[in-house]
């Protein structure tokens, strides 16, 4: 056998290929060399005893400290709370979803005490208005939805209906009452300017109250000879700018005059 023939061979078979295929296989010859003993030192003890998987990892899950009881325990000691919860809109939403993880307190209620969501903050974590959550979920824009009070001074946790939606004219027209609140006009009832139908605070836009519609309606406290009543101002209606319904002048809810 001609050694150095048979290296000329090899050399010219492997000059045959280009560049990048020479380099490719060196770097895969490189792998494979370098994997065989590493692969032994990856794969965890106990691979492939029992199948393709860990054997060890079935004893390790079980070990673990349970962290949550499941729903069904509460009703042993919380029943009044559990029979309220299954009928109302949260019966889906589990007991602790909202006061985390309860299986200490099951076992020894007095020394593990849970979490109790009481801040606005919360609730919003599910309810906050965010366009991708499904239609029809019932959304809420925290900031302009009776901000700066706890959600469950008017909703109940356990049984989240909706209030019946408020009735006071507060509630609908906020801005015009907060300015109303300041102005000379704060002791002058809305109805007293406007007579307004029950209709109205269901159904606003179809039943209208009523508006003031002439100067003696406002004459009828401010006119020199209106009912004497402590430390109203008057004006003369004759000569008080009479072209003019008051209210071009002085906003109702506002009525400044100085
Ligand atoms: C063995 C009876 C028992 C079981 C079961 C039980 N609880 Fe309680 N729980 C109590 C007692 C007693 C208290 C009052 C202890 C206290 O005031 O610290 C309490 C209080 C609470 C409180 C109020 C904590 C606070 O700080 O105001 C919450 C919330 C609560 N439990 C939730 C749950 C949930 C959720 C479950 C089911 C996973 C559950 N409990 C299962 C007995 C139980
Ligand atoms: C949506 C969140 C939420 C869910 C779901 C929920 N809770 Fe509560 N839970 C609260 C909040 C908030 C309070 C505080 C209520 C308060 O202070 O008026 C509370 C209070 C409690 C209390 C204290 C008693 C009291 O009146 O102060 C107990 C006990 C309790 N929950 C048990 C349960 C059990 C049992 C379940 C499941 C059936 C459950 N909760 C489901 C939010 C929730
Ligand atoms: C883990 C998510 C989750 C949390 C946290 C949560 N909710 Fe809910 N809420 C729901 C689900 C789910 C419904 C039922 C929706 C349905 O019926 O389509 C619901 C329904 C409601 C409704 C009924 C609306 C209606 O008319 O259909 C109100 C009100 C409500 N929640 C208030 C609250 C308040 C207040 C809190 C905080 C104490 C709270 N939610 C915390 C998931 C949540
Ligand atoms: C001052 C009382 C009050 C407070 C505080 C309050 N709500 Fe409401 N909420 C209402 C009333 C009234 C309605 C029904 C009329 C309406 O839609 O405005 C309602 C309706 C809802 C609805 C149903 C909306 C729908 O489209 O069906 C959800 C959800 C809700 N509230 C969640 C919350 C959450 C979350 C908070 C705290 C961040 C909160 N509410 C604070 C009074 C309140
Ligand atoms: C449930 C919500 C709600 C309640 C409660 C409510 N309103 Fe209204 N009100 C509306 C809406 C909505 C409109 C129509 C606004 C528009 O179309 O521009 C309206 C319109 C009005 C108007 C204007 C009518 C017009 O023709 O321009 C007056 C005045 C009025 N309300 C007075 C009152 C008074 C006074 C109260 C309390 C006694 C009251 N409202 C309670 C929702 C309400
Ligand atoms: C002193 C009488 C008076 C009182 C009190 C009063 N209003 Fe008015 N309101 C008027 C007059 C006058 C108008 C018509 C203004 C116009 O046409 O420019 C009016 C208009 C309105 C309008 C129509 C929209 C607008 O801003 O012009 C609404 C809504 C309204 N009032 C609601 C209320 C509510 C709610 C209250 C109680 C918080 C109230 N008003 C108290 C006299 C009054
Ligand atoms: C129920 C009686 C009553 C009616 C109706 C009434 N006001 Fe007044 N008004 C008052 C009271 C009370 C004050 C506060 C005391 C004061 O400064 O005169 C006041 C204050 C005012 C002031 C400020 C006076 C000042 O001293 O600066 C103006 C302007 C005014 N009202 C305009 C009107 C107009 C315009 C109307 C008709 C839309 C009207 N009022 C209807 C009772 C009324
Ligand atoms: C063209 C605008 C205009 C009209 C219309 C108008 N006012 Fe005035 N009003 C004023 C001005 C400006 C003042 C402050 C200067 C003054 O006292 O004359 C005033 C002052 C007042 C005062 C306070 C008087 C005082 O002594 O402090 C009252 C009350 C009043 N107006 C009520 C009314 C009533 C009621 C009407 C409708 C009958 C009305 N105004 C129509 C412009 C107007």
Request: aromatic letters at 6%; proline letters at 10%.
């Amino acid at each position: 056998m001609n050694f150095p023939d048979e290296i000329k061979r090899i050399r010219a078979f492997w000059n045959r290929f280009p560049e990048q295929v020479k380099r490719l296989s060196i770097a895969l010859v490189i792998f494979i060399v370098v994997l065989i003993p590493v692969r032994n030192m990856l794969v965890p003890p106990g691979f492939g005893d029992l199948g393709h998987y860990r054997a060890a990892s079935l004893q390790e899950n079980s070990a673990q400290n349970i962290h949550y009881a499941g729903r069904t325990v509460c009703i042993d000691c919380h029943d009044d709370i559990v029979s309220v919860n299954k009928k109302g809109y949260h019966r889906d939403v589990a007991c602790e979803t909202c006061h985390g993880p309860s299986a200490a307190h099951v076992d020894d209620p007095d020394g593990n005490s849970l979490r109790v969501p009481r801040d606005r903050g919360y609730c919003p974590l599910c309810h906050e208005y965010i366009s991708s959550r499904p239609t029809g979920f019932p959304q809420i824009v925290s900031a302009s939805h009776n901000p700066l009070e706890p959600c469950i001074t008017c909703h109940n946790p356990h049984d989240p209906v909706p209030p019946e939606t408020p009735k006071e004219c507060r509630a609908c027209h906020a801005e015009i009452a907060r300015t109303k609140s300041v102005s000379y006009h704060v002791h002058v009832e809305c109805v007293r300017c406007h007579d307004t139908p029950e209709e109205h605070k269901l159904d606003p836009r179809a039943v209208r109250p009523s508006k003031p519609m002439t100067r003696e309606f406002c004459g009828g406290c401010h006119s020199e000879d209106a009912p004497a009543t402590n430390g109203i101002s008057r004006i003369d209606m004759e000569t008080h700018e009479p072209r003019y319904v008051c209210w071009q002048c002085h906003y109702p809810h506002l009525p400044e005059a100085r």
